[in-house]
Structures are given as C-alpha cells and as structure tokens.
C-alpha cells in the first residue's frame, strides 16, 4: 500500500496548493523566495530553510528508489522472503514520516521568515 501511495504522490497525486514536494520543486520555491523576500536576513533565513529541506528530500528520492530497486528484487525472487520486504517497507515509512515532520518543521520556520504579503507572494495565496 504504501508504495502505491508513494508512486502516486511522486506521479504528481500528492499536491498541496498546486505543489509537489519534490527537490525541483524546492529548488524553485527557494528561487522565488530569493526573489520576494526583500529583507537580506530574512531572505537568507528563508532561502537557507528551503535549501534544508531540498537536501532533505533529495534523500528521501534516493532512500525511495533504493527501496524500489531492492523490492524489485525480492519480487522477482521467487524465495523472496516477507519479511525482508516488509522491513524494507516499514523502514520506508519511517523515513517518510520523519520527513514530514522535518518539512512541516521547515514550513514554520519558512513561515516565522516571511510577512504575510510575502507568503501570499510565494504560494499564490489568496485568502
């Protein structure tokens, strides 16, 4: 299950205003926020927190495809054992969660750097 969720999310299901949480999509976020933020500290602050969380992610891709390799294997291996797929599985989990803690961390720190005009500035926002 969640393999099927991750695949979706990285096909391009897992969107949050529009976004998808991928190291390109970062980078691109950082770009602009480099472009917004007027304040120099500010600006580095926050270019600084989105630049922690690509790096972040792009761990998580290379833990993902990693994961993806070795469960290929095990499928294709007719003795493939349970639970080595589930540990690869439950190892996965674990570090999409402590992922997403670690990017909703970024997001409050993103957002401790930003006024409200500027947030609204970078993400579209219209309410």
């Known amino acids: 299950m969640i393999v099927l969720l991750l695949a ?4 391009g299901g897992g969107v949050a205003s529009g976004m998808i949480l991928t190291s390109p999509a970062v980078d691109d976020l950082a770009k602009r926020a480099a472009i917004v933020v007027e304040d120099e500290t500010r ?3 926050a270019v600084q927190a989105l630049e922690i969380l690509e ?6 891709e290379k833990a993902y495809a990693a994961s993806g390799k070795a469960l290929g294997k095990l499928y294709r291996n ?13 190892d996965l989990n674990a570090n999409w ?4 803690r670690r990017a909703l961390d970024a997001r409050f720190t993103l957002r401790d750097q930003l006024t ?3 947030w609204s500035a970078l993400f579209g926002n219209s309410d």
């Open 8 to 11: 979706w999310y990285f096909l």
């Open 43 to 45: 600006r580095q602050a």
């Open 55 to 60: 790096k972040d992610i792009k761990a998580f």
């Open 78 to 90: 007719h003795g493939g054992g349970r639970d080595e797929a589930l540990f690869i599985l439950n």
């Open 97 to 100: 969660a402590d992922g997403q």
């Open 116 to 118: 409200e005009e500027e």
